[in-house]
């Protein structure tokens, strides 16, 4: 239903039919409060807050040692968000195979996994991103730039850099006309 809260709680939270969380898995679990992208804002520009639930993240990590901005650590939380709503949670593949959906037509796929087909495949298209790209490699698979740099025999740093130019394209794609490339937030 259009109404109803949404709440990722991820692989790694269970709720029990008392609507208790209980945590298994890995056990870096942060609870957040961020805007719903998916909603309009109200006259003064806000919008709705959801909560939810991730793991702790390479990308988290990275923000709190000062090596990305909020920024950059924004824009690829909503890119990472727009391909777990494209995927329809499965974590299927999309190099190589497409995006898997359910099968049946276009109008059987709820209105946000379609927006959210469209928006990973702007961004895919856009970028260039695929599985040898440092953006992959950290947003989707969660590893370290330094581990990029040993696996593609790299300068030590240069995933980083990479990584900081690509989350300025994201953001300057997902914010056109933004002060991205200046490094304000």
């Known amino acids: 239903m259009a109404g109803d809260p949404v709440s990722d709680f991820g692989p790694c939270v269970l709720r029990g039919k008392d609507g208790r969380m ?3 898995g890995a056990p870096e679990i942060i609870l957040e409060n961020r805007e719903d992208i998916d909603r309009e804002p109200d006259r003064r520009g806000n919008r709705p807050i959801v909560r939810g639930a991730r793991r702790s993240t390479t990308l988290g990590e990275m923000l709190a040692r000062g090596v ?3 920024r950059m650590h924004d824009a690829a939380t909503r890119f990472l968000d727009a391909l777990s709503m494209a995927t329809g949670g ?3 593949s999309f190099l190589g195979e497409g995006i ?3 099968p049946g037509s276009r109008t059987a796929m709820p209105e946000r996994q379609l927006r959210a087909i469209t928006e990973v495949r702007r961004v895919l298209n856009r970028l260039g991103i695929h599985s040898d790209t440092v953006m992959w490699w ?3 698979g969660n590893k370290s730039t330094a581990e990029f740099d040993r696996r593609f025999r790299l300068r030590e740093g240069t995933g980083a850099d990479w990584l ?3 989350l300025d394209q ?3 794609l997902y914010h056109p006309g933004s002060l ?3 490094g304000q937030d």
């Open 100 to 102: 898997r959906v359910a």
């Open 138 to 140: 950290v947003v989707v």
């Open 68 to 70: 990305i901005t909020k």
């Open 180 to 182: 991205a490339r200046t």
């Open 90 to 92: 499965s974590g299927g």
């Open 170 to 172: 994201l953001d300057s």
């Open 22 to 24: 209980s945590y298994v």
């Open 164 to 166: 900081r130019a690509s």
